[in-house]
T-cell receptor, first 111, second 114 residues
Framework: LAKTTQPISMDSYEGQEVNITCSHN???????ITWYQQFPSQGPRFIIQ???TKVTNEVASLFIPADRKSSTLSLPRVSLSDTAVYYC????????????FGGGTRLMVKP | NAGVMQNPRHLVRRRGQEARLRCSPM?????VYWYRQLPEEGLKFMVY????????ESGMPKERFSAEFPKEGPSILRIQQVVRGDSAAYFC????????????FGDGTRLSIL
């Protein structure tokens, strides 16, 4: 399974756009990139998933360059409630869809 | 549409006792996964089950831990003879099928061993 590397922590302010980049140099052809958000004392919550180029939904955008060796989660206009840990995961879903979580990025949004 | 339900949310056991953690997947989901999370760490995969079958238990400790997902009822993660090191948050996730479908997580069971 491809290993991911992402910053340990990030700080931002309310109303700003936040971009969290994840490196996955060994991503395989069949691998998808998935991001989860986790609040304290809660389970991870699915945010977005993509394979290439750009994916956008109601909460975030995911940018994936052509070589797919990295990806960037973009959160527009963050609020205090976006303070959480964000996990980037890579996998093909065929291995029983077993997810491999790294340490994640702790995002702190300040007023 | 109810999400993944785990109970109990908190469980306290003394060393040597048994712990049973329950997980009811989302309606229509037949794939269940168990993960363990230690403080300040990411989740670690333990086991993947489908109805009445264990598909992958490569992340499960060889002793004291077992999991099942019977035809009827919730999935159960069972820890026998608990030790202090078993203290963690245990999360269950479910998906409708394994191929590139996001998993939906419950809010976990926090197990504390006295």
């Amino acid at each position: 399974l491809a290993k991911t590397t992402q910053p340990i922590s990030m700080d931002s302010y309310e109303g700003q756009e936040v971009n969290i980049t994840c490196s996955h140099n060994n991503i395989a052809t069949n691998d998808y990139i998935t991001w989860y958000q986790q609040f304290p004392s809660q389970g991870p919550r699915f945010i977005i998933q993509g394979y290439k180029t750009k994916v956008t939904n109601e909460v975030a955008s995911l940018f994936i360059p052509a070589d797919r060796k990295s990806s960037t989660l973009s959160l527009p206009r963050v609020s205090l409630s976006d303070t959480a840990v964000y996990y980037c995961l890579v996998g093909d879903g065929n291995a029983g869809n077993m997810l491999t979580f790294g340490g994640g990025t702790r995002l702190m949004v300040k007023p | 549409n109810a999400g993944v339900m785990q109970n109990p949310r908190h469980l306290v056991r003394r060393r040597g006792q048994e712990a049973r953690l329950r997980c009811s997947p989302m309606k229509g989901h037949s794939h269940v996964y168990w993960y363990r999370q230690l403080p300040e760490e990411g989740l670690k995969f333990m086991v993947y089950l489908q109805k009445e079958n264990i598909i992958d238990e490569s992340g499960m400790p060889k002793e004291r831990f077992s999991a099942e997902f019977p035809k009827e009822g919730p999935s159960i993660l069972r820890i026998q003879q608990v030790v202090r090191g078993d203290s963690a948050a245990y999360f269950c996730a479910s998906s409708p099928q394994p191929v590139n479908q996001p998993q939906h997580f419950g809010d976990g069971t926090r197990l504390s061993i006295l």
